[in-house]
């Protein structure tokens, strides 16, 4: 179950970061609240991931989906480049968190 809220603390933490990004386009309250439930759902689901994983295996991938994540939301969403590069080291970044979910 801590894998799952892990999971699910990565995807909200997404979230967040797209939403920080609407905030700056549209200025809209609507965009700060949707920021606040995303990173508030995010450390809760995190701090739940917590009680079972190590805590440099639990923030290491949650900061990893969060940041590939942002990084393919903005490639979708807002035009930010899509550079093979860009989408190597975000695969590496991936596989990161593969490989600490294998050893742990």
């Known amino acids: 179950m801590a894998w799952l809220y892990l999971i699910l603390a990565g995807i909200f933490e997404m979230v967040g970061v797209t939403m920080i990004n609407k905030m700056h386009r549209d200025k809209n309250w609507q965009s700060v609240v949707y920021m606040l439930l995303g990173f508030g759902a995010s450390f809760l689901f995190l701090a739940l991931a917590m009680e079972n ?3 440099g295996t639990a923030y290491a991938i949650w900061t990893g989906i969060g940041a590939s994540g942002g990084a393919i939301m903005g490639m979708l969403f807002y035009g930010e480049s899509r550079d093979w ?5 975000i695969c590496m970044v991936l596989g990161a968190a593969v490989g600490l979910k294998a050893i742990s």
């Open 53 to 55: 994983l190590p805590m």
């Open 85 to 89: 590069r860009r989408i190597l080291f």
